[in-house]
């Protein structure tokens, strides 16, 4: 897989990008993550890549011209095209599995918003889709690209070392909500006993427990994961 990333600030992705399950999984060539400074783009000696909007209001807004030059440049760097994603506070709230989604890809690009936003022509003749992070705003995009490719990479064939805990962790395809409280050793601290349940050795048992326990904890925690008739 082959991933893209427009943004003024590369250096925020570049290091974690070189750490952990992310660095293996570039090393190994499981994924190639390219990082792409958005000012190379612009025409002017300056650089500039932000302009007032027009109609007044406060802060900046990224201009039309850099972005499309970049995207138009990086989709040519590659065979296969890349689905173009903006990631902004007005997109779809991104999910597990919006995460399964783009890890079937071959590629994506991502443009990193910044201050106020981009000329809303990016969004309308360019961005395929548009993924938030939730109902709050950050500083810049590059932030939310890091998060969606951590989400995204590990789901890959391989990059995670046992991948039946995937499916087991919570939102995975055999957990649908969250997981269930999880212990290890020792069996006893301050008083406090692992469950036991989970000392047992009855793999049914035990699974029916956590189960049971993921299901509880969803429902406290996160109703608005299960159906209504579930609660």
Known sequence: MRIDVI???PEIVGGPLDASILGRARRAGQVEVCLHQLRDYATDKHHTV???????GPGMLLKCEPIFAAVEDVQKQAPAPGRVILLSPG???FDQAKARELAALDRVIFICGHYEGVDERVREHLVDDEISLGDFVLTNGALAALVVIDAVVRLLPNVVGNECSIESESFGEKQPGLEGPQYTRPEE????RVPE???SGHHEKVE???REQGFKRTATARPDLLPQEKL
């Open 91 to 93: 997109g779809a709230r």
């Open 189 to 192: 601290y301050r008083g406090w």
């Open 7 to 9: 943004t003024l600030f």
């Open 208 to 210: 029916s427990w956590n």
């Open 50 to 56: 932000d302009e007032k909007p027009y109609g007044g």
């Open 197 to 199: 349940i989970l000392l």
